[in-house]
């Protein structure tokens, strides 16, 4: 099992940065792919970034401006967003799973979500 509890969330206006982070707990972090996903009102979750031994993936509407890394010591995944817009605005959701992926169901757990309004 593992637990994940997101923070960092909050308001910003348009064009601002923010960090969210993700704090892990249970078997080792290590192991894991991690993964951001985003919700926003009235549509479907979708794929952020996610990060691996093997490197990064982002989605193509937040590539050059989001940067997924991790701190395996700290059992910690960070999502840093800058130039945010206002159609970032949703509840961003980490998941851990045993492959870098893009797909929902690649994932095993889930936080609870953290969120993000960004103000036009």
């Known amino acids: 099992q593992v637990q994940l509890v997101e923070s960092g969330g909050g308001l910003v206006q348009a064009g601002g940065s923010l960090r969210l982070s993700c704090a892990a707990s249970?078997?080792?972090?290590?192991?894991?792919?991690m993964g951001w996903f985003r919700q926003a009102p009235g549509k479907e979750r979708e794929f952020v970034a996610a990060i691996s031994w093997s490197g990064t993936l982002y989605a193509d509407s937040v590539k050059a401006r989001f940067t997924i890394s991790r701190d395996n010591a700290g059992n910690t995944v960070y999502l840093q967003m800058n130039s945010l817009k206002p159609e970032d605005t949703a509840v961003y959701y980490c998941?851990?799973?045993?492959?870098?992926?893009?797909?929902?169901?690649?994932?095993?757990?889930w936080g609870q979500g953290t969120q993000v309004t960004v103000s036009s």
């Open positions: 249970g078997r080792t972090f290590g192991d894991y792919a």
């Open positions: 998941a851990a799973g045993p492959y870098r992926n893009s797909r929902e169901s690649a994932y095993s757990y």
